[in-house]
Structures are given as C-alpha cells and as structure tokens.
T-cell receptor, first 116, second 116 residues
Framework: QKEVEQDPGPLSVPEGAIVSLNCTYS??????FMWYRQYSRKGPELLMY??SSGNKEDGRFTAQVDKSSKYISLFIRDSQPSDSATYLC????????????????WGLGTSLAVNP | KAGVTQTPRYLIKTRGQQVTLSCSPI?????VSWYQQTPGQGLQFLFE???????NKGNFPGRFSGRQFSNSRSEMNVSTLELGDSALYLC???????????????FGPGTRLTVL
C-alpha cells in the first residue's frame, strides 16, 4: 500500500460545478501538505500549502486537512475549463524546502476535466 | 521572468544507450532538483544540487547521475538505459533556502524520454 493514495479519475464536471479532490495517507507524522496543478505537457505548479489541520482559502480554491482521518481535500468553486489539469497532492513530515525534497511524498494525481 | 527550461523536450533512445538531459533554472535560483514521473509511480525524487554540490539523493541506482555548473545550470545523465527508464524527467529550481523558511520550487516542462 502506498503512503499516499489518490484516485486517478478521470473526473469530469460541468463548468461552474464545485470540485472535490482528495488524498488519503497512512503516515500520521505528515504535517505539511501541498497541492500542485499540472497541465498537459507542463511541470507541476504549487497551488496551496498548508500546515497541520484546518482550512486554507485562496480565491476559488480551499485546502482542507483532517489529520484525525488522515485525509486532505482540495475544493474548487465555480470550476472553469482552465482548471482542467491533473492535481497532485504531496506531503512531508518535516518543514518543506528544497533541501528536504527527498522527504516529500507524492500522490499519483487526479485528472480533472471541466466541460464548458 | 523566464521560467525553468529543459532540453530536449522529447528524446527516443534504445536500450543500453546513455542520455544527457539539461535544465536551466530561474535566474537567481541556486537549487536544482530532478524528478522522474511515471503513471505507475508518480513523481519520484532523483537528486538535488545546490551550489554545484549534490545535497540530497533519492533511491535510484548509480546509473542516474547529475551535476551542476557554476551558473546553476544542471545536467542529468542516465547510462545503460533500460525500458523502465521511459518517463517524464522534470527539473525544479528554487533559491535553496535551508532551515524553517518556505522555498517554493518551480518546475520545468520536462523531458519525455522513451526507451525502445
């Protein structure tokens, strides 16, 4: 069993829908949680970065961490066709920076298609 | 500001050959990390270079090697290619901050390597 599990999808929604993307994990020591977006033929780009439990909001995006359930979510409100991409979660036990890349554990990604 | 560039974008090689991939980081960034991305394993960390020194290394065999030049540009080399080396190879650059400071990494578009 992988340390981080993520449903690969694909997930297809109509424009304007609320999208929920999720990851589960097994290592209770994870404290830092990230969501990346990867467009086709591009590298991942960081969307949200949260520490420990709770919610964090940035525009149409909300990241939620439930450490008791070992479950993290990314919500996208008023989804747009430009949100069509693969969404990757990543997490770490220790504070994340380039020197700790080895400790960052990635999900496989969920493919999202938002249809106009 | 120019982003992370990787060359070549696509590469086809045969088993047993070797390959060199190149990465030019964002100006001012001193850390370059390399990742292998496959559908089955997701993103896996290869190594990180900072100021021409390998600072971190993932769990890949010695056939995978890298180096960084004084201008922070980095190259990755894979010798004696195997079919399983077919993947998207991503590099990411950052300032390379240490300790408890946030240090976002920016990914390039990747090099798609196919081994026949």
């Amino acid at each position: 069993q992988k340390e981080v599990e993520q449903d690969p999808g694909p997930l297809s929604v109509p424009e304007g829908a609320i999208v929920s993307l999720n990851c589960t994990y097994s290592n209770s020591a994870f404290q830092y949680f990230m969501w990346y977006r990867q467009y086709s033929r591009k590298g991942p780009e960081l969307l949200m970065y949260t520490y420990s439990s709770g919610n964090k909001e940035d525009g149409r995006f909300t990241a939620q961490v439930d450490k008791s359930s070992k479950y993290i979510s990314l919500f996208i409100r008023d989804s747009q066709p430009s949100d069509s991409a693969t969404y990757l979660c990543a997490m770490s036990e220790i504070f994340y920076n380039a020197g700790n890349n080895r400790k960052l554990i990635w999900g496989l990604g969920t493919s999202l298609a938002v249809n106009p | 500001k120019a982003g992370v560039t990787q060359t070549p974008r696509y590469l086809i090689k045969t088993r047993g050959q070797q390959v060199t991939l190149s990465c030019s980081p964002i100006s001012g960034h001193r850390s370059v990390s390399w990742y292998q991305q496959t559908p089955g394993q997701g993103l896996q960390f290869l190594f990180e270079y900072f100021s021409e020194t390998q600072r971190n290394k993932g769990n890949f065999p010695g056939r995978f090697s890298g180096r960084q030049f004084s201008n922070s540009r980095s190259e990755m080399n894979v010798s004696t290619l195997e079919l399983g080396d077919s993947a998207l190879y991503l590099c990411a650059s950052s300032f390379g901050l240490a300790g408890g400071r946030t240090d976002t990494q920016y990914f390039g578009p990747g090099t798609r390597l196919t081994v026949l």
